[in-house]
């Protein structure tokens, strides 16, 4: 079984000794716990299957993070991690030929969310599972005057989900 992914979120977060991100308070604004750290789920089916991940990180440090936590997880040659803007880097992934994906999971600047969704489709092929996270914004996304640009920026995914007739949305 084998499956490929593509994923835009910061993949450079600390990680303890089992894989799970750490946040430490001031990283990035508060201290998670271990139940709301979804990362280790990605990791663990690396590692289970004959897979490959293309991560896109914009921040170096953050890229320099990641691949020691790649490393410690023994996933070096199964990631292809690229650092730079993700829509810089996504023609690179799409000449490269590394699609199509079978998950693709977007967790980015907000206002780009149509741009990573129009690229998404363009690396995706039918039964891919495309991720958009952080969608709802504390709820206000459905304030009409919230005038927040990562709030516009999820509206404007919902209308590119609802306007792509192949693509459904939940």
């Known amino acids: 079984f084998s499956i490929r992914a593509i994923v835009a979120f910061p993949a450079g977060l600390p990680a303890d000794d089992d894989g799970f991100p750490t946040t430490p308070a001031g990283f990035n604004g508060h201290e998670s716990s271990r139940d709301e750290r979804e990362r280790p789920i990605l990791t663990g089916t690396i590692a289970a299957i004959d897979g490959k991940v293309v991560t896109l990180e914009y921040s170096p440090i953050h890229a320099m993070v ?3 936590n790649f490393k410690r997880a023994g996933l070096t040659d199964r990631i292809d991690l690229r ?3 993700a829509l810089e880097s996504l023609p690179g992934v799409e ?14 600047d907000k206002p780009n969310n149509p741009n990573y969704l129009d690229w998404a489709v363009r690396l995706s092929r039918q039964g891919t599972v495309i991720v958009l996270d952080n969608v709802i914004r504390d709820g206000e996304v ?3 005057d919230s005038g927040d640009r990562n709030v516009e920026g999820a509206r404007a995914g919902f209308d590119f989900l609802g306007n792509n007739k192949p693509l459904r949305g939940n």
């Open 66 to 68: 990641a691949r020691g």
């Open 95 to 108: 000449k490269d030929g590394l699609g199509p994906f079978d998950l693709i999971f977007i967790d980015a």
């Open 83 to 85: 650092v730079g803007a």
């Open 142 to 144: 459905i304030k009409a």
